[in-house]
């Protein structure tokens, strides 16, 4: 046990001072980081939305099913495909990152807007693709630069972190929805620019808020995490009472702005428990300054080390170094077919090349394709099936909450059975796929009012294989090259979406629209849009869609057998050895201080 010295500097310091001093604290403190990606994420549900304003793109534009579908798979392309900015969200600063998606979000959404409402040209359909990757792909540079630093930010607590911040993205459709509605009422055209300019404007209020910070571990994080969530599960339940209400009820504007008003106040309600949580550090910090006392730097040490002599160093940390060292001069390619142990820090070309990712890869495209294919498709499956369109949006908004419900319950629930039973994550992912197939057959065979429920269901089961994926690849393949690889772990989402979306849904859909039409003797003009009416219209489509998510389960039974020795392991031990290495324990709450403000005295 070592005790600083120094006499405390914070003793005589002013109200001014010491409000000063707090709001810096405040600003750049961990608390506020996870706030920003809160708010962040929950403006993050273009890709949700895509129902509520895809009719305005089909009709506007003259384009039939495939060509809508092959649109929306450019959507997905733009949502999914994040190796640019994963690989550049290694060597650039978050800053970087959001600024970049936040002109991205607005340009591809701009255009969008324009060439819907007719103020520019009509644009050809790849341009209208190109639109829509630029526009989507902004999530995957919000989420580098927002995301990915709250999890390496909180290691230890990475199930829970992503459960929460992918649970606002899963509810940011129905909160977009409400505040679309209170501020354009039902100017369909409206929402395209409403998603343009309010996510960009969040990254940029919060662009300098983010960064990496040194890992330290505070004793009531985990509480904290649980305040956060409760508020969310708040927010939750509200929008699905309203929504259930304003199925029944037609709202006013004026209505919509009452519950607008009411979402507003319930995602800034969390800054509350940052001001408290940022408050206490602070007074520890400055009880730190004032009186050193009570402050103990507790140093632990291997064994080897404690048995020998103190100037000798650690044999297993001359190992340990010796063996990074040689790495460093070896090249990646020769270490690619040369993995560490699971949970160990993998290269890129490691992680990429394994087994296990190719696996988690085949499952992921047979998982995710279908999901996604039901979610892009839910307005034209209303349609056909005989809802009103007011249903459409509520279809939107239940798969907005129940993907949140999924993202939030897989996110807290994995890591509490894994810690108290060792359940593995990819058993669970496997069961979630499993759940879909019910889903998938329910839009199949369209049991009367079956698609509400199938609505629940495809959101649940998105959202919590979303959060699943990425809690398994860091589980897996470590933190250091995270960005990376949480960016590759959803490239097999756009593969799996065009095969089951674009060639199968949207080829079967407009085969069956055509056999209509010629049954009606009708001929289908340059431009006119196609559409078909009935159960046949996507019955085949899902049924295919139905034998590949079970083929998917299959093969995410087997990343199951080949990691359950694995997860019956400690597999946060690594992430515990970073932080146990030094602890500064504050006399009265047990907030740890950070690491630079206090250094290690040195061994000799």
Not at 214 to 236: D, P, R
Not at 339 to 355: C, K, V
Not at 445 to 450: D, E, I, T
Not at 571 to 587: F, H
Request: net charge positive; with cysteine.
């Amino acid at each position: 046990m070592v005790v600083p010295s120094g006499s405390g500097g914070g003793g005589g310091r002013g109200g001014l001072s010491n409000i000063k001093s707090f709001a810096i604290q405040l600003l750049t403190g961990p608390w506020l980081m996870i706030f920003g990606s809160l708010l962040i994420m929950s403006a993050a549900g273009s890709t949700y939305m895509f129902g509520m304003y895809s009719g305005d793109i089909k009709d506007s534009l003259g384009y039939d099913q495939t060509a809508l579908n092959l649109v929306s798979f450019f959507k997905d392309i733009g949502t999914n495909v994040g190796l640019l900015s994963g690989l550049l969200g290694e060597v650039t600063p978050p800053w970087f990152m959001l600024s970049v998606g936040a002109v991205l979000n607005f340009f591809g959404y701009f255009m969008i807007w324009l060439a819907v409402t007719k103020r520019i040209a009509r644009p050809a359909v790849w341009q209208m693709c190109l639109y829509i990757c630029v526009g989507n792909n902004s999530q995957a540079f919000a989420g580098v630069g927002s995301l990915i630093v709250c999890v390496k930010n909180f290691p230890t607590s990475r199930g829970i972190v992503l459960g929460i911040l992918k649970g606002y993205v899963g509810l940011s459709g129905a909160i977009m929805a409400q505040l679309y509605h209170a501020i354009y009422e039902d100017n369909s055209k409206a929402l395209i620019l409403f998603i343009g300019w309010l996510p960009a404007a969040i990254s940029l209020v919060f662009v300098r808020s983010f960064r990496f910070m040194k890992v330290t571990h505070q004793a009531n994080e985990l509480k904290v995490f649980y305040k956060f969530l409760y508020i969310s599960i708040g927010l939750a339940v509200f929008l699905m009472i309203i929504i259930i209400v304003e199925n029944k009820v037609t709202f006013t504007q004026g209505e919509y702005g009452g519950s607008a008003a009411v979402v507003l106040i319930m995602l800034f309600l969390p800054i509350a428990i940052v001001v408290a949580e940022e408050l206490n550090i602070w007074k520890a910090k400055q009880a730190v300054l004032d009186d050193p006392s009570p402050v103990k730097v507790i140093t632990e040490k291997p064994t080897q080390e404690i048995a020998g002599p103190l100037d000798q160093p650690a044999p297993m940390s001359s190992t340990i170094e010796a063996r990074v060292e040689d790495q460093a001069n070896v090249s990646c390619w020769k270490t690619a077919f040369e993995p560490p142990n699971r949970g160990d820090d993998y290269t890129i070309l490691q992680a990429l090349f394994s087994i296990d990712m190719l696996i988690l890869f085949l499952a992921t495209i047979c998982g995710f394709g279908g999901v996604l294919t039901a979610i892009n498709n839910l307005g034209q499956i209303g349609a056909s099936q005989g809802y009103p369109r007011q249903s459409v949006s509520t279809f939107v908004s239940l798969v907005s909450i129940w993907s949140y419900l999924g993202r939030v319950i897989s996110g807290f629930v994995s890591d509490i059975i894994l810690a108290k039973y060792k359940f593995p994550r990819p058993l669970m992912l496997t069961l979630i796929m499993l759940l879909s197939c019910l889903g998938h057959l329910l839009i199949a065979f369209n049991v009367p009012g079956s698609l509400y429920v199938a609505s629940l269901i495809i959101g649940f089961c998105f959202g919590a294989q979303l959060s699943l994926i990425f809690v398994i690849i860091s589980d897996l393949f470590g933190l250091k090259y995270y960005s990376t690889l949480y960016s590759f772990g959803v490239l097999a989402t756009p593969i799996g979406c065009y095969i089951l979306n674009v060639k199968v849904t949207g080829n079967l859909y407009d085969k069956e629209a055509r056999k209509q039409m010629a049954a009606l003797g009708i001929m289908r003009k340059a431009g006119q849009d196609l559409n078909c009416t009935g159960t046949a219209c996507f019955k085949l489509a899902f049924i295919i869609t139905t034998a590949a998510t079970l083929f998917g389960v299959l093969v995410s039974f087997i990343l199951v057998l080949r990691t359950r020795k694995f997860y019956k392991s400690d597999i946060y031990k690594t992430c515990r050895g970073e932080q146990n290495e030094v602890e500064i324990v504050a006399a009265g709450n047990g907030a740890m201080a950070p690491e630079e403000e206090f250094p290690r005295p040195d061994k000799n």
